[in-house]
């Protein structure tokens, strides 16, 4: 039977993994060894997600912790390279955009070991960011590529990569479709005394919204507007960098027209989402379950790896310093049909298993 290594190296990959972990299992396709690198380690996974999608124990977890994107990178290439020399295993897959990915991958194919890259094909400006040069390098030493959308492997395609390039939907709208029944919608609108429907649910948290005084005040500013314009109550759960610099720069006073709550995990975000009316976020997952839930949502961001759903008119982009468009945008926004399928039927686990084991058996 072969043998193909998972690596992840922090949660939202060790969700994906464990959406495509569940598949391999059914249709007992090869021997799955999970690697863990430890670059974001996350010991308060739901025990629902174990539970319901059968998360296993990594065999191998390196430890790698928190550093320079240097050290890190260098750090899993160097322990991972040890794990591939010991297993040998026939392929191996990654995820998305983080240092653990590119190591990852550079490990695998020095050592003449095929790379399956799941989420392929995103790029986003600014293109000197690391998640966006992690994309890039990854995507260079794929032997497979599995793209979530047709814009993803246009994208591929303008960089001439078009061999073992594949359009396999979003494994994350597997796990949206999947958890959906256990989504905790009644459970967070009575907690938090909210109408349905008469909500905006915000999220705020990326470095160049809230640690540059200036963008962070015109951000406020602009919701201030658009609850008082449209009188939707709003639901703030708030990360905790967010909060801090609001108290550093003395802005507390915004925060009295906010419901504000601590960060909630998928399950209780997700009701959340299902309950409230549109979105503002700057959060990548965020905008795009908006879209999955069939909500709209403003995205406080100068660019995003979404593009699709940009394109399609059902999101919008608004860069902070200009965040008093929060209310035009969305109100300009209702008209728009929404655009299914931009992101496949939620089958895309089985279709990367067939491809993987296809290439494989050749």
Not at 273 to 302: H, R, W
Request: proline share 4%.
């Amino acid at each position: 039977m072969n043998k193909v290594i998972s690596l992840v190296g922090a949660r939202p990959q060790f969700i994906k993994e464990a959406v495509i972990a569940s598949e391999v299992y059914k249709a007992n396709a090869w021997n799955h060894v999970l690697v863990h690198s430890g670059q974001h380690y996350d010991a308060n996974m739901s025990d629902l997600f174990f539970q319901e999608l059968q998360i296993p124990t990594p065999r191998y977890f390196l430890g790698i912790g928190s550093s320079s994107h240097g050290k890190q990178t260098a750090a899993v290439l160097d322990k991972f390279e040890d794990i591939l020399l010991k297993e040998r295993p026939d392929m191996i897959l990654v995820y998305g955009d983080t240092n653990t990915t590119v190591a990852g991958a550079l490990a695998a194919a020095k050592l003449k070991i095929p790379v399956a890259h799941i989420e392929a094909g995103i790029r986003q400006k600014p293109k000197d960011m690391p998640e966006e040069i992690n994309r890039v390098v990854t995507d260079h030493m794929s032997s497979l590529l599995f793209c979530c959308s047709e814009l993803s492997s246009q994208n591929l395609k303008q960089e001439n990569i078009t061999k073992g390039v594949f359009i396999s939907g979003d494994i994350m709208y597997d796990l949206f479709l999947r958890m959906k029944p256990h989504f905790l919608k009644e459970k967070m609108l009575h907690d938090f005394n909210l109408q349905e429907g008469k909500y905006t649910l915000i999220t705020l948290h990326r470095d160049f919204n809230v640690d540059n005084k200036e963008n962070l005040v015109s951000i406020l500013e602009g919701l201030k507007g658009f609850t008082e314009e449209t009188k939707l109550s709003v639901i703030f759960p708030m990360h905790p960098r967010t909060r801090n610099r609001i108290e550093e720069f003395n802005l507390t006073k915004y925060l009295t027209f906010m419901n504000i709550i601590p960060p909630v995990g998928y399950l209780e975000l997700m009701g959340l989402l299902e309950g409230c009316t549109n979105v503002i976020t700057d959060s990548g997952g965020l905008q795009k379950e908006a879209y999955f839930a069939e909500k709209q949502a403003a995205v406080i961001m100068p660019d995003t790896g979404w593009r699709e759903i940009i394109e399609s008119g059902w999101n919008q982009l608004v860069p902070a310093n200009k965040a008093e468009e929060l209310l035009p945008c969305i109100l300009e926004n209702k008209s728009i049909i929404y655009p299914e399928n931009l992101y496949g039927d939620g089958k895309a686990a089985k279709v990367i298993i067939e491809n993987i084991m296809s290439y494989l058996n050749k």
